[in-house]
């Protein structure tokens, strides 16, 4: 069993910054690795970014997200952060985490950015 739990949206201006965190926990492979994926409605869910937690910490991002957000592991926390800046208003979505490797997703945490 895993559970993924999100923190830290909320309403920014744009070019403000945001930080949001996935706790995970459960079954080690399946966190081995932690996605960030945002759907706004009507639309389908997209990938952001991701880690790999457990090997050589390698990362991902989105075009779209490369260069403003940035993908971390804070092990004090036990959790992965995404440090969101230059907040856009199409930035404005629904965030989730999920297991990289399984499939397992987190509630989700809304953005909103506005302009």
Request: glycine share 10%; charged share 20%; net charge neutral.
């Amino acid at each position: 069993q895993v559970q993924l739990v999100e923190s830290g949206g909320g309403s920014v201006q744009a070019g403000g910054s945001l930080r949001l965190s996935c706790a995970a926990s459960g079954d080690t492979y399946c966190t081995s690795g932690i996605s960030w994926y945002r759907q706004v409605p009507g639309k389908e869910r997209e990938f952001v970014s991701a880690i790999d937690i457990d090997s050589d910490g390698s990362t991902n991002y989105a075009h779209s997200v490369k260069g403003r957000f940035t993908i971390s592991q804070d092990n004090a926390k036990n959790t992965v952060d995404l440090q969101m800046n230059s907040l856009k208003p199409e930035d404005t979505a629904m965030y989730y985490c999920k297991t990289r490797y399984c499939n397992y997703w987190g509630q989700g945490t809304q953005v909103t950015v506005s302009s």
